[in-house]
């Protein structure tokens, strides 16, 4: 679990949401802020969609450090279940118990049974411990790329989100004391049900407009130049244009902007961009289709714009 500090009350308006996130270098637009802010206030989920890379993840992340409070994160993949979910039964100590009770000469099985099936045996995943009561106030639950997950968990999940509760056939009903913060996120892989999203507050998380992205490139690596950030917006804001496979988003943005630091780039050059472009780029075909003169073509159009803005 991550250690937070002091937990903050939710904010009081959207403004107040705005100053939230860009107090921890998150620049969102006033639409996600509004939607953020009314998640909060009605204590209802909220259902990010969007490409990989532009920030969904990193608004839970936000959020747990900046209300202060536990950040539980559900990861999900295919055939994810209950027990990965949810919580099982520590069945190795579950055994060794029985063994010593036994040893001991106790043969009352339903006391062993209400030994062995009691908390001290209860191995609990994030969605569990998203219902338990915390100090610093009710957590930010995490369910991470919920469309990675089978439709299956996602029915689950729906029973869930409903009540804020989960039963255990062994010890009865877990129900929050004060619902979760729970954020939900989804790259579009496949679609997600009508009626999980329909208890949820939604935003759709795309790519920053130039003049945002280069305030983030600006806010998370201090010490950029001038000339190079504008250069490397551009870049990128032009390569999103292309017919490519995967375009960069904001986190594969930062990361170009750190490498291009550490080499102590001044301005861009189309040899430069050639050899960072796996830094940018996660598909050979994508990069392929850069290669010949199209960095050229595509940087001198980019300092051409920035000529004419000037």
Not at 171 to 181: F, M, R
Request: aromatic share 6%; net charge negative; hydrophobic share 45%.
């Amino acid at each position: 679990m991550n250690k937070v500090e002091k937990s903050r009350a939710v904010p009081a308006s959207i403004d107040d949401t705005l100053k939230l996130l860009g107090s921890a270098d998150y620049l969102a637009d006033r639409s996600l802020a509004t939607v953020l802010f009314l998640a909060l206030r009605m204590n209802r989920p909220i259902f990010l969609e969007g490409e990989a890379g532009v920030g969904k993840t990193e608004i839970a992340k936000v959020l747990s450090s900046t209300l202060g409070r536990k950040l539980i994160r559900l990861q999900c993949y295919e055939g994810l279940d209950v027990a990965s979910a949810v919580y099982e039964w520590n069945y190795a100590a579950q055994m060794i118990a029985i063994r010593a009770a036994e040893v001991e000469g106790e043969h009352d099985s339903k006391r062993i049974q209400s030994d062995v099936f009691s908390e001290r045996f209860l191995i609990k995943r994030p969605l569990l411990q998203a219902l338990e009561p915390d100090p610093a106030g009710a957590p930010v639950l995490l369910i991470d790329e919920l469309d990675r997950s089978d439709e299956a968990f996602e029915a689950f999940l729906l029973e869930v989100l409903a009540d804020y509760q989960v039963t255990i056939p062994e010890l009865g009903t877990v129900k929050a004391e004060h619902p979760p913060i729970v954020v939900i996120t989804s790259n579009r892989t496949r679609e997600i049900h009508d009626a999980l999203k329909r208890r949820c507050l939604y935003h759709w998380v795309g790519y920053p407009t130039a003049e945002r992205e280069l305030e983030i490139v600006r806010a998370k690596v201090p010490g950029i130049s001038k000339k190079l950030s504008e250069q490397l917006v551009g870049f990128v804001q032009t390569l999103r244009k292309q017919d490519l496979f995967k375009s960069p988003g904001v986190a594969e943005t930062l990361d170009w902007a750190t490498a291009l630091s550490e080499l102590d780039t001044v301005a861009l050059d189309p040899a430069t961009v050639s050899d960072t472009l796996g830094v940018l780029l996660k598909y050979q075909d994508d990069i392929a289709r850069l290669e010949g003169g199209k960095v050229k073509e595509l940087l001198d159009q980019v300092q051409a714009e920035l000529r004419a803005a000037e």
